[in-house]
C-alpha cells in the first residue's frame, strides 16, 4: 500500500526556519518525482515546489522562491522542504504528493498534511 | 503567469449532472488534471490528462478540454460528491503547476 507520511510542521516565528520531511512506503519511491502543495486555512491548493526523481530538477513557486529548498534522499525513501524567512502567509497545512501518471501533475498519492503556523 | 477561473460554487440535485468548468487560455493545449477534497481531508485525482480517471475512481467522473475551457463532468451525482474540485495543468513557460481557485460542488 502507497503509503506518504508528513511531519515537521508547527508553530515558528517570523523570519524562522523549519524543515518538513514526507517518508514514503509501499513503492519504488526512486522511481517518481515528488512535490509539496499547501493549502492555507479556508483557501484552495497552492503548488510549491517539484522535484524530479533523481533530484536533478527542482521547480518552485514565485512566492517560495529563493527560501524554500526541495530535496530528496532516495536511499531513506525520503522527501523534504528546508523553509527559511517564514513569513505569516506561509501558515498552511503542507501535503506531499507523489508525482502520477503525466511528467508534471496529476499527483495520485498524498500525505496527510503537516501545519505550519507563521506567528509571534 | 498562467491563470486557471473556475467558478466558486455549482449545485446539483441528486441524480443529475454536474459540469464544472475551468477556464484558461488555450488551456486545450495543455494536459488538465481534476482534484476533489472532502473537508480536512487531502486530495484525490478524480481525472488526469484531460479525460482518463484513476483506478478505483467511477466512470461517473468525465472530463474534456477544448479551446479555452476544460470541464469536469459527473454524472449521477451522489451526495457523497459534495466537496471542492479543483484543475491543474502545468505551465511550460514558467515551468509551474497552477490549480485552480477550486469550485465548491453541493448536492441539494
Known amino acids: 500500500e502507497v503509503q506518504l507520511v508528513d511531519s515537521g510542521g508547527g508553530l515558528v516565528n517570523p523570519g524562522g526556519s523549519l524543515r518538513l520531511s514526507c517518508a514514503a512506503s509501499?513503492?519504488?519511491?526512486?522511481?517518481?518525482?515528488m512535490n509539496w502543495v499547501r493549502q492555507a486555512p479556508g483557501k484552495g491548493l497552492e503548488w510549491v515546489s517539484f522535484?524530479?526523481?533523481?533530484?536533478?530538477?527542482?521547480y518552485y513557486a514565485d512566492s517560495v522562491k529563493g527560501r524554500f529548498t526541495i530535496s530528496r534522499d532516495n536511499a531513506k525513501n525520503s522527501l523534504y522542504l528546508q523553509m527559511s524567512s517564514l513569513r505569516a502567509d506561509d501558515t498552511a497545512v503542507y501535503y506531499c504528493?507523489?508525482?502520477?501518471?503525466?511528467?508534471?501533475?496529476?499527483?495520485?498519492?498524498w500525505g496527510q498534511g503537516t501545519l505550519v503556523t507563521v506567528s509571534s | 503567469s498562467y491563470v486557471l477561473s473556475q467558478p466558486p460554487s455549482v449545485s446539483v440535485a441528486p441524480g443529475q449532472t454536474a459540469r464544472i468548468s475551468c477556464g484558461g487560455s488555450?488551456?486545450?493545449?495543455?494536459?488538465v488534471h481534476w482534484y476533489q477534497q472532502k473537508p480536512g481531508q487531502a486530495p484525490v485525482l478524480v481525472v488526469y490528462?484531460?479525460?482518463d480517471r484513476p483506478s478505483g475512481i467511477p466512470e461517473r467522473f468525465s472530463g474534456s478540454n477544448s479551446g479555452n475551457t476544460a470541464t469536469l463532468t459527473i454524472s449521477r451525482v451522489e451526495a457523497g460528491d459534495e466537496g471542492d474540485y479543483y484543475c491543474?495543468?502545468?505551465?511550460?513557460?514558467?515551468?509551474?503547476?497552477?490549480f485552480g481557485g477550486g469550485t465548491k460542488l453541493t448536492v441539494l
Open positions: 504528493a507523489r508525482g502520477g501518471k503525466t511528467i508534471f501533475g496529476s499527483e495520485d498519492y
Open positions: 509501499g513503492f519504488t519511491f526512486s522511481r517518481y518525482s
Open positions: 522535484i524530479s526523481s533523481g533530484g536533478s530538477y527542482t
Open positions: 488555450d488551456i486545450g493545449s495543455k494536459s
Open positions: 490528462d484531460d479525460s
Open positions: 491543474q495543468v502545468w505551465d511550460s513557460s514558467s515551468e509551474h503547476q497552477v
